[in-house]
């Protein structure tokens, strides 16, 4: 049974850093690609950030520049790197992975922005 579990969200003040994990866990993983998504309250999800197992990375405009994704191909975890944080950065974010040709999304992980 495949599972995602997000780690690492909490409370950050405006410009500040935070990296958030996503650990896959099953058997016989064959991960194609690994994504973070966000929703805030009232807001559809959104693309945040994707990375493909050739390293191909995609970023949303918002956060080009601040955010960085990562993949630990040994360890199937997933990171997301987020700096110089805004308040508008707030949401619940949520890793999806394609795994074996099929997409799995985790619980996702609370991250708040606030002085």
């Known amino acids: 049974q495949v599972q995602l579990v997000e780690s690492g969200g909490g409370l950050v003040q405006p410009g500040g850093s935070l990296r958030l994990t996503c650990a896959a866990s099953?058997?016989?993983?064959?991960?194609?690609?690994m994504g973070w998504y966000r929703q805030a309250p009232g807001n559809q999800r959104e693309l945040v950030a994707t990375?493909?197992?050739?390293?191909?990375?995609n970023y949303a405009d918002l956060v080009k520049g601040r955010f960085t994704i990562s993949w630990d191909n040994a360890r199937n975890t997933a990171y997301l790197q987020m700096n110089s944080v805004k308040p508008e950065d707030t949401a619940v974010y949520y890793c999806?992975?394609?795994?074996?040709?099929?997409?799995?999304w985790g619980q996702g992980t609370q991250v708040t922005v606030s002085s």
């Open positions: 990375i493909s197992d050739i390293d191909n990375t």
């Open positions: 999806k992975a394609l795994i074996s040709l099929k997409w799995y």
């Open positions: 099953g058997s016989n993983l064959r991960i194609y690609a």
